[in-house]
């Protein structure tokens, strides 16, 4: 993730707690500017920074160093975090589970290119899709994979 997506979950984060850069810089024993500049894209923060903002936002930060997998891009973008958020819940879980019943795949098969799929349709838009998107786009791929047109 580079800073500027950084930047943009931050402020995310923030402004759906209903929050000021003020109070979560007091929170983390950070100063405003800095906050300020990692919301619009800009420094280097630490580790630590990270995970004291991290706590005044009420999340916690996660390190990961992971090997792309078979098949990816290198330098691929990770998924927006509505998608990861709504890939966890009980109707896309149903619907995979559904599809592959449908198409005699296995449950995990069909999640991983359901959540493929919908992030392939989601990075290009360059924003993260509220709840309601997901359910339409999800609604659209099973439709389409579970009923194939003729033509």
Not at 9 to 19: D, K, M, V
Not at 49 to 57: G, K, N
Not at 65 to 74: N, Q, T, V, W
Not at 106 to 119: G, M
């Amino acid at each position: 993730m580079d800073v500027v997506e950084l930047g943009r979950r931050l402020r995310a984060r923030r402004a759906a707690l209903g929050r000021t850069v003020a109070s979560v810089a007091t929170d983390a024993a950070l100063s405003v500017p800095y906050v300020a500049n990692l919301e619009n894209g800009r420094g280097n923060p630490t580790v630590s920074a990270l995970d004291r903002l991290a706590e005044a936002l009420g999340t916690r930060l996660v390190i990961a160093l992971a090997d792309p997998g078979p098949g990816a891009e290198p330098g691929a973008p990770a998924p927006p975090p509505s998608l990861v958020e709504f890939t966890r819940g009980r109707r896309f879980r149903r619907a995979a589970s559904m599809l592959a019943q449908t198409l005699g795949e296995e449950d995990a098969a069909v999640r991983a290119k359901l959540a493929a799929a919908l992030a392939a349709v989601a990075v290009p838009l360059g924003r993260d899709l509220g709840e309601g998107d997901w359910q339409r786009l999800l609604d659209a791929l099973v439709l389409i994979l579970a009923h194939p047109s003729n033509e």
